[in-house]
């Protein structure tokens, strides 16, 4: 088929394919699978292991500073953790921790680390512009310390409609500023030592990091589940925290 030509508005502005312009803009986390994997993850099976495709998937999304969708699907990353990248807006189709109505994006790590982490460099905070918008991430081993979803050394951090589960921690901020979570669903396990959201303060977590790096956080209209032993927020310490509009079910405020 012959693409489709366009030019947009303004002075010098130039004629390109419709195509090459929505490459420029979206990039499907599915991209480099094969035919094998796509059908596995559409289907919500979940048995072939994608990380790899993934990760490319990333890596090149976030060298033209894309919108990276994930179509709905069950997206199998085995215990190979995914390295999340700056200025990339992570897209999913929706959340459902029950993961009862074959719709919406999962993500499922079956490691003993972070499922999805980024890591800045320690003691020098730097604009990551990461956006997580759409999704639900399942770990199955519970690991002491560690979270579905960790970042280290970033600032301008966007959680929205996002679920997590299973891991010792949902959500862990350290040394992040401008970070928020909005709307999110977090469910806590059992144990007393687990909390659904963790502000770092200090060299608790990373041991060559000062302390009162995390600041300007804010955590509104979300979702806590858990026993009367867990914790929702587990705040260490900072500038600037504000909680807002949040519901805690069987399980401390922070």
């Known amino acids: 088929t012959q693409a489709e030509s366009f030019t947009q508005s303004g002075i010098g502005a130039v004629a390109e394919s419709v195509q090459s312009y929505l490459r420029r803009l979206f990039v499907m986390a599915t991209k480099n699978m094969t035919e094998a994997q796509r059908d596995d993850v559409s289907s919500f099976t979940g048995s072939l292991d994608v ?25 199998d990353i085995g215990t ?50 990461i956006h997580l918008r759409d999704f639900t991430v399942l770990s199955t081993v519970r690991t002491a310390g560690k979270g579905s979803i960790a970042l280290l ?28 979570i909005t709307q999110c669903d977090i469910e806590l396990s059992n144990a007393s030592s687990t909390a659904g ?19 300007r956080i804010n955590i509104e209209h979300t979702q806590f589940n858990g026993s009367t032993a867990g914790i929702g927020i587990a705040d260490d310490g900072g500038a600037a925290h504000a909680f807002r509009s949040n519901n805690f079910s069987w399980c401390n405020k922070h």
């Open 51 to 75: 990380s790899t495709p993934l990760q490319a998937a990333i890596d090149y999304a976030t060298s033209i500073g894309a919108v990276l969708y994930f179509p709905p699907g069950l997206y």
């Open 80 to 129: 190979t953790a995914l390295n999340l990248k700056r200025y990339v807006i992570y897209q999913g189709s929706g959340r459902d921790v029950s993961q009862s109505g074959q719709r919406g994006t999962y993500i499922r790590y079956d490691g003993t680390s972070d499922a999805l982490q980024f890591a800045g460099t320690v003691n020098s905070i730097s604009e990551a512009s």
């Open 153 to 180: 050394s970033a600032s301008y951090v966007y959680l929205h409609k996002v679920a997590v589960a299973g891991n010792d921690y949902g959500i862990i901020f350290d040394q992040v500023q401008h970070g928020y």
């Open 197 to 215: 959201v963790w502000l770092v303060n200090g060299s608790e977590r990373t041991a060559t990091a000062n302390a009162y790096e995390t600041n």
